[in-house]
């Protein structure tokens, strides 16, 4: 595996791949990766000639500086894994390589990001936006591969894309999870033990909404969720939302939408966890 911090040798690296006219697949990631990430890789592997990821914690979409400092770094561990899976190019900027001048760039992304992450993270998806924006210009991949645990995320992408017609297919995948259906997430090594146990309630609270869509009304499920987390001394429920697929607005009954989403925002002490499910699509 190659690896590069500078932007110039990463561009001069893949513009010779990208002569020989071979698929390029890009993984963003800011690092600490687990088996969510590595399938990621793995389907880039599978459907692609060259691979490539990233690790960079991306100041800019953090909105609390503590969230920042604390998130979780190993990149010898990183630089192992990725090895394995077979990667063949990691870019792992310095945040002055990415950010030699203060970020002006803003986006519009309509009602993306006045819901969920975007109304309790202001600042976030536009930070995502500008990062985003500037490693497909440094790598120009033909595909790039993210996460549906991140589902407003993917949205927001695809939307940048669109609006600056950026040649890249996006490609969402699924959320991989440990035993016990916890999203895999490089913030859950931050929980506490007895935290750790009690996350589970996020995906049962979720599957259980599943399952129980056609006998009950939307407000009474919502209620029940909101029930639910008030039992958990250790958790705050930030927001419990369901919303269409496409547009992100709540929906208030279950006919409103054909394509329904429940996603969730959790605090587990200062650990925020996110996750969704969909509900019908
Ligand atoms: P992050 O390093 O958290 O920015 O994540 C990098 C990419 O990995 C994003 O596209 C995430 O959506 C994706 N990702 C994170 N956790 C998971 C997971 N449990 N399953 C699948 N993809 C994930």
């Not at 459907?47 to 991306?58: P, T, W």
């Not at 990149?75 to 990415?98: H, K, W």
């Not at 992450?117 to 985003?132: D, Q, W, Y």
Request: hydrophobic content about 40%; charged content about 25%; aromatic content about 10%.
């Amino acid at each position: 595996m190659h690896i590069s911090q500078k932007i110039s040798e990463t561009k001069a690296f893949l513009k010779i791949i990208r002569d020989k006219k071979i698929s390029i697949a890009f993984v963003p990631t800011m690092g600490a990766l687990h088996r969510g990430h590595l399938s990621l890789l793995e389907e880039a592997r599978r459907n692609n000639d060259f691979v490539v990821c990233s690790i960079f914690v991306n100041p800019i979409q953090f909105n609390n500086k503590s969230d920042l400092e604390n998130y979780p770094r190993d990149v010898q561990r990183d630089i192992r894994l990725l090895e394995s899976a077979g990667c063949d190019f990691l870019f792992q900027p310095t945040e002055s390589e990415m950010y030699p001048e203060p970020v002006t760039e803003t986006f519009e992304f309509g009602n993306l990001d006045k819901v969920m992450e975007g109304k309790f993270r202001p600042g976030h998806f536009n930070g995502v936006a500008v990062v985003v924006k500037r490693l497909f210009e440094i790598v120009k991949p033909d595909r790039a591969y993210f996460g549906l645990k991140d589902f407003q995320q993917v949205a927001i992408i695809k939307r940048v894309v669109k609006d600056c017609e950026i040649p890249v297919e996006i490609i969402p995948c699924r959320t991989v999870r440990e035993e016990d259906g916890l999203a895999m997430s490089s913030r859950n090594q931050l929980l506490t033990q007895e935290d750790r146990k009690q996350a589970v309630i996020i995906h049962e609270a979720l599957t259980r909404v599943k399952d129980q869509v056609g006998s009950f009304t939307l407000e009474e499920l919502k209620a029940q969720v909101l029930d639910l987390f008030g039992n958990f001394r250790n958790a705050k429920l930030e927001y419990f939302d369901i919303v269409d697929m496409y547009t992100l607005e709540p929906i208030s009954s279950w006919t409103e939408s054909k394509h329904v989403i429940a996603c969730i925002a959790v605090y587990f002490g200062k650990v925020r966890l996110i996750d969704n499910i969909i509900l019908f699509s």
